[in-house]
């Protein structure tokens, strides 16, 4: 099958749905891939770089002409009936926002699927293009909102006086708003953040960030991933938080969007009006209406107090590159996994959560028009399971024959050893006698602190182990030098030196190697 990739006609649209990597790692899977002509070079991504990729850089028209298209934007409508008819589109769609744009495609029985509706389930991140991008955005709104400010986030102390840090507030600590928050902590600003889910608040916390919460009133709680409308006693309560801070913090982010629906008004403008001249409000859910009375699309409003309210909604294509890189990599992602052959031919497998959660539209082949599957079914991914009772794990019944007969053995063996040491204590010599007497006692003090401990914990034996090991040697060569001793017992000096020896040297490599690990070298590598 064929992949188009056209260039995205959005006014400040920086990004290419696929890059040049992405490009081969699709060849790979057995695709032909067309790209029309200055697509990625606004991404910084020349058609060169794609034809030494294996793509062909074609026309716009010979793009639509492809089995599949892929795409950043969702496509305007009078480039619906341009597309091939029972093609593929994989871009944003945003259904729930656009219907008209899934009728169209409907009516072109065109198979859609929408970047925007990837579950948040663990084995779906790799193509999760909202986490992506929102990352990106959350950077973004960080350093845009530095900009506007014009002064330091960091405090410092110089000998012109002393400059407090900045005080920064998230609001939406959801994968945008860590990454704002991680921004900001980092170029030095005082970081707080709110958000409806509680789950978020370690997170939050361990990134330096302080979590605000709104007392009594219990916070939301999702199993989808995404915020969910709350109740009005807490829009009440979150108001008079957001009120409190907008008089003490310098720069306000806002990232509260719900799917499918305009973004919440949090920020009034009677807030905005009591916050410190100079301040700066960045409103990320901007291109959904924002969540800022002030906020209006694609533009920086400067109110009569002085408060700058920064309603850009291109964040993401304000760093192309980086953007396309990612959102290529969704893509490749979510293509391998509708490839299961690599054979270049795709697979929609409707029993697959991502797959159908994805689909807006499918194609109908023996009809004129695709079939609607939007909205999908519910799916819960919450991290949380649920309670389960713990399983009590019965013991095991002794079996008292087995354990009779056990007892009989060891008691046998006990007597029988005990008489063969009262026939040699009485038949051999006195000094051999003693002789027998240390080494029985140090075979069993041996097993007890050696043989029967764990492998895991032979390591920090190491020291008391050589300790032993030079003993055992001494006394062997001792052995050797005794002239009294026959020949045998010179042969098992020998050994017991031999082999305490190699105890010694390998436990000081064994104990070398595990320092070494804790060594950091330096860049000459010493």
């Not at 829009?235 to 509260?256: F, G, H, P, R």
């Not at 009809?367 to 079914?377: D, G, Q, R, T």
């Not at 027998?436 to 043989?451: C, D, E, H, P």
Request: aromatic residues 6%; charged residues 15%; glycine residues 8%.
């Amino acid at each position: 099958m064929q992949i188009g990739i056209r260039k995205e006609a959005h006014t400040n649209e920086n990004r290419v749905a696929l890059t040049p990597t992405g490009t081969a790692k699709l060849i790979k899977l057995g695709y032909q891939v067309v790209i029309e002509t200055g697509a990625g070079l606004a991404s910084t991504y020349p058609d060169h770089m794609y034809t030494q990729a294996g793509a062909t850089v074609v026309s716009r028209e010979q793009v639509y002409n492809s089995d599949i298209i892929l795409a950043v934007t969702p496509p305007e409508l009078e480039e619906v009936p341009l597309l091939k008819e029972n093609s593929t589109l994989i871009s944003f769609i945003y259904p729930g926002q656009n219907p008209a744009l899934v009728e169209a495609l409907q009516a072109k029985n065109i198979t859609s699927l929408a970047m925007d509706m990837v579950p948040r389930i663990s084995r779906a991140q790799a193509m999760d293009a909202l986490s992506s991008l929102a990352n990106i955005a959350g950077y973004r709104a960080v350093v845009e909102a530095s900009a506007q400010f014009g002064r330091f986030l960091n405090g410092q102390i110089t000998a012109a006086g002393k400059i407090a840090p900045a005080k920064v507030l998230v609001i939406g600590a959801g994968v945008a708003g860590l990454a704002a928050i991680g921004t900001a902590k980092n170029l030095g600003a005082i970081v707080r953040a709110f958000d409806a889910r509680p789950e978020v608040k370690e997170q939050v916390e361990s990134m330096g960030a302080q979590f605000l919460t709104i007392g009594h009133v219990e916070q939301q709680k999702t199993n989808d991933g995404y915020t969910r409308t709350t109740s009005e006693e807490f829009n009440k309560k979150s108001a008079e938080l957001y009120a409190n801070q907008a008089k003490e913090v310098d720069i306000i982010i806002t990232t509260a969007a719900i799917p499918g629906r305009k973004a919440p008004v949090l920020l009034t403008k009677e807030m905005v009006d009591s916050m410190k001249p100079g301040s700066v409000i960045v409103d990320i859910a901007a291109a959904t209406g924002g969540n800022c009375e002030y906020t209006q699309a694609d533009q920086v409003v400067t109110t009569s107090n002085g408060v700058k309210v920064v309603g850009y909604t291109n964040y993401q294509s304000m760093l192309g590159n980086q953007a396309s890189e990612l959102y290529s990599n969704n893509l490749v992602n979510l293509l391998a996994l509708i490839t299961p052959e690599k054979n270049g031919e795709i697979k929609l497998d409707q029993e697959d959560v991502i797959v159908r959660n994805m689909l807006v539209t499918l194609s109908n082949p023996a009809e004129a028009n695709a079939s609607i599957l939007y909205p999908p079914p519910a799916i819960s991914v919450s991290a949380s399971s649920k309670p389960t009772t713990p399983k009590v794990t019965a013991k095991p019944q002794v079996d008292t024959k087995t354990l009779a007969r056990r007892l009989v053995w060891q008691t046998l063996g006990l007597s029988v050893g005990f008489l063969v040491y009262l026939y040699l204590t009485a038949n051999l010599p006195t000094a051999f006698v003693a002789d027998l007497n240390i080494f029985m006692l140090a075979s069993v003090l041996g097993y007890f602190l050696i043989w029967n401990v764990h492998s895991a914990l032979h390591t920090p034996l190491m020291s008391l182990t050589n300790a032993l090991s030079g003993i055992v040697m001494i006394g062997a060569i001792y052995q050797i030098n005794d002239f009294d001793l026959g020949i045998f017992a010179k042969i098992l000096a020998l050994i017991g030196v031999f082999l305490g020896g190699l105890n010694i040297f390998g436990g000081f490599a064994v104990t070398n190697r595990m320092l070494s690990m804790f060594i950091k070298k330096d860049q000459g590598g010493k």
